[in-house]
């Protein structure tokens, strides 16, 4: 077992390990929720890229080397040290996992989503087709390797053993984070519930329970080690490793068990638009509601609602202009929806 220190320890000492470099989160100071999401984005979008046998020839036999003995990798699922001169398909062998499946996207093995070593990681070749392209969530039948435990599966969902999952979790975060459906690449979206991805639909689950998994399996010095590691390849970093609390600024909802659950479906279509798109959302119950436009460095861009509205379905239309009724410049904004006790967040994508 690598995880077994004591949170408060953890992240007291986190600065001892990191090799963060000076200013590298500058940007992301006192933000919070999806301005927060973006900001981070920024900072670790247009990474270095390698081709997906660099990964197989050099780059994971370096960020993935066991520390014990510079021959053999250490498997993600089972943490089983084997020679890195097994790579193949054997049912022993090791290959490369894509964390995030690569059908929940459907960016198969190129660059830049499938070549990223922030989420592909050596793995046994049998253990590998078990959990397949599934969802992570709890429970189902032993998987084991070598006579190993490496983790539960069931129709539609893989469980990884404890030492792990909060790797799994930080890796699907960086995810979310990194692709943000600029330059051509998947917009890759995190979601409360597993199946996420029938049609190849660029979502993954499940989310409460990843982010239950971050705070209960938290960073150690192995995945700061491999950060860094990665770091000097691609020259990006996960920023879920260098700073777990970012986990619960972007996901209140998700992280804390005891706040209410957003039930708003709160939609736009289409988006990407121009030179308008239509916000949707339904509600329970009568309410006092607030629907605004913002900047992705927070600045309120125009109130399209702030009034008390009945129980169903609503809609508005947004002409991409401002409070003063001037144009907008084209870019990501974010549409927030309030009532007294939900408040959603999404984003869109003005093109002109």
């Given at each position: 077992m690598r995880k077994f220190i004591f949170i408060a320890v953890l992240l007291s000492s986190?600065?001892?390990?990191?090799?963060?470099?000076?200013?590298?989160?500058?940007?992301?100071?006192?933000?919070?929720?999806?301005?927060?999401?973006?900001?981070?984005h920024n900072i670790i979008k247009d990474h270095q890229e390698y081709s997906y046998n660099d990964l197989r020839d050099f780059i994971l036999k370096d960020t993935d080397e066991d520390p014990q003995n510079s021959n053999n990798v250490i498997l993600l699922y089972t943490c089983r040290s084997v020679p890195k001169s097994t790579f193949g398909g054997g049912a022993d062998d090791w290959?490369?996992?894509?964390?995030?499946?690569?059908?929940?996207?459907?960016?198969g093995t190129t660059a830049p989503c499938g070549t990223d070593a922030h989420h592909i990681r050596p793995t046994d070749v049998s253990v590998n087709s078990t959990r397949g392209n599934k969802d992570f969530d709890e429970g189902g039948s032993?998987?084991?390797?070598?006579g190993d435990l490496s983790g539960w599966t069931d129709c539609d969902s893989f469980e990884p053993v404890d030492q792990v999952?909060?790797?799994?979790?930080?890796?699907?975060?960086?995810?979310?984070?990194?692709?943000?459906?600029?330059?051509?690449?998947?917009?890759?979206?995190?979601?409360?519930?597993?199946?996420?991805?029938?049609?190849?639909?660029?979502?993954?689950?499940?989310?409460?329970?990843?982010?239950?998994?971050?705070?209960?399996d938290p960073v150690d010095s192995w995945e700061i080690t491999r950060n860094n590691k990665v770091y000097s390849y691609q020259q990006n970093r996960n920023p879920f490793i260098?700073?777990?609390?970012?986990?619960?600024?972007?996901w209140p909802e998700l992280a804390n068990d005891n706040l209410p659950?957003?039930?708003?479906?709160?939609?736009?279509?289409?988006?990407?638009?121009?030179?308008?798109?239509?916000?949707?959302?339904?509600?329970?119950?009568?309410?006092?509601?607030?629907?605004?436009?913002?900047?992705?460095?927070?600045?309120l861009v125009?109130?399209?609602?702030?009034?008390?509205?009945?129980?169903?379905?609503?809609?508005?239309?947004?002409?991409?202009?401002?409070?003063?009724?001037?144009?907008?410049?084209?870019?990501?904004?974010?549409?927030?929806?309030?009532?007294?006790?939900?408040?959603?967040?999404?984003?869109?994508?003005?093109?002109?």
């Open positions: 986190l600065a001892l390990f990191a090799q963060i470099p000076e200013g590298y989160y500058d940007d992301a100071e006192g933000l919070s929720g999806i301005v927060l999401k973006l900001t981070l290959n490369r996992e894509h964390v995030w499946a690569k059908s929940h996207g459907d960016f032993v998987v084991y390797d070598n999952k909060g790797d799994v979790a930080r890796m699907i975060m960086y995810m979310t984070v990194r692709y943000e459906g600029d330059n051509g690449e998947p917009d890759l979206e995190m979601v409360d519930y597993v199946n996420s991805s029938p049609n190849g639909e660029p979502y993954h689950g499940k989310a409460s329970t990843l982010l239950a998994w971050h705070n209960q260098d700073h777990p609390e970012y986990a619960a600024l972007i659950q957003i039930a708003l479906s709160l939609t736009c279509y289409p988006n990407p638009f121009n030179p308008e798109t239509t916000i949707s959302f339904s509600l329970a119950e009568t309410e006092n509601v607030k629907l605004e436009i913002y900047n992705t460095k927070g600045q125009r109130t399209l609602a702030n009034q008390v509205l009945p129980k169903g379905e609503h809609s508005y239309v947004w002409h991409g202009k401002d409070g003063k009724n001037n144009s907008v410049a084209s870019g990501i904004y974010l549409y927030r929806l309030t009532t007294a006790n939900h408040m959603q967040i999404r984003k869109m994508m003005l093109l002109k």
